[in-house]
């Protein structure tokens, strides 16, 4: 079961983001919420990191996406709340991950980049960040981020140097 649940149209490039099975993803278990509205709010919120990433794609690009696991940062400890609350641990044993299957195309449709992308952040708890970070899957958003400027972007701009230049005059 695929289900298309992100699609994003900005000024710059457009992602259509597609979730296979997340019912049976690794881990986004909540630990104090209801399974089916914890997972759509991960879905939710990871459609808005995609789509934030990307308005930094050229105009008239599209970028279609298809996460088929998400192992979230930390684990869920029935135990450690006490009174039956259980709890999201973060240690740095637990490291976030994603899979995700994804193809850019230009604004002529010719393919630009793609791949099956395997993501793991094990240094995730050493990354610096402000006393304030408090954003809900702030770990996976840096882990996203990283990725898209050290992997993507830089072939999206290889790609660019390579077409042929037409002169207008």
């Known amino acids: 079961l695929a289900i298309v649940l992100g699609t994003g149209a900005v000024q710059a490039g457009e992602v259509q983001i597609k979730w296979q099975d997340p019912e049976k993803f690794t881990d986004i278990r909540p630990a104090n919420d209801n399974r089916k509205a914890f997972r759509e709010r991960v879905i939710k919120k990871f459609d ?57 195309r230009d604004k002529h449709g010719e393919e630009v980049v793609s791949g099956e992308e395997r993501l793991r952040d094990m240094g995730f708890m050493q990354s610096l960040r402000s006393a304030n970070d408090n954003e809900e899957f702030r770990y996976e958003k840096q882990m996203l981020s990283t990725w898209f400027s050290k992997e993507l972007q830089p072939k999206v701009e290889q790609y660019a140097l390579a077409l042929p230049k037409v002169s207008t005059n």
């Open 48 to 104: 808005g990191f995609f789509n934030e990433m990307a308005t930094q794609l050229p105009e008239g690009y599209k970028w279609e996406v298809t996460v088929t696991d998400i192992d979230l940062a930390g684990d869920v400890d029935y135990f450690i709340g006490g009174a039956g609350n259980a709890l999201r641990v973060v240690k740095d044993i637990y490291s976030p991950s994603i899979r995700f299957t994804h193809v850019l």
